[in-house]
C-alpha cells in the first residue's frame, strides 16, 4: 500500500471525528434570553411584592442565570449561585420550567451542594429569600 493511501485512512477518521465534536460536542451556556428575563420578573412566590431576580440577588452570591431546552423540548431556566443555608453558605442550583409562550412556570428541582432537596426544603428556602 502506498504511503499516500494509508495517509488517506487515517485523515477521514479524524475529519468524521471533528465533525461530530463540532456539532455535538459541549454547548456555550445561554445566559441572555426571554426566559430568563421572564424568570427574573416573576414573584419569588406568590403573592410577594419581590422579583425573583431581587431576591436571589440580594440572597445569594456568586449568582448566574442559564437558560437550556431539555430533550422533551421543555425550557428550563436555572439559577446556579451560592447561598446562605443553615448558616452555611453552599452552592445552590434551583430550576424553573417555563411553558412555552412564557405563560406560566413551575419550580423544578433544587440542588444544595449537590444533592437534591425535597419540596418542602425547596419551599422553606424560597421563603427565606422573601
Known amino acids: 500500500m502506498e504511503k499516500r493511501k ?3 485512512f487515517w485523515i477521514i477518521p479524524i475529519g468524521v471525528i471533528g465533525i461530530f465534536f ?3 460536542g459541549p454547548q456555550k451556556a ?5 426566559y430568563i428575563t421572564y424568570i427574573h420578573a416573576t414573584p419569588v412566590m406568590e403573592n410577594s411584592n419581590i422579583t425573583t431576580e431581587e431576591a436571589f440577588k440580594n440572597y445569594c452570591e456568586e449568582s448566574r442565570w442559564e437558560y437550556f431546552q431539555t430533550k422533551m423540548m ?3 431556566v436555572e439559577f446556579k449561585g451560592k447561598c446562605k443555608i443553615d448558616n452555611k453558605v453552599q452552592p445552590v442550583n434551583l430550576q424553573y420550567v417555563v411553558e412555552k409562550g412564557q405563560t406560566d412556570y413551575r419550580i423544578g ?3 444544595v451542594n449537590g444533592e437534591q432537596q425535597s419540596e418542602d426544603q425547596r419551599t422553606e428556602f424560597l421563603n427565606t429569600l422573601q
Open 6 to 8: 494509508r495517509t488517506i
Open 109 to 111: 428541582a433544587m440542588l
Open 30 to 34: 445561554v445566559t441572555d434570553n426571554d
Open 74 to 76: 421543555e425550557h428550563v
Open 22 to 24: 463540532y456539532f455535538f
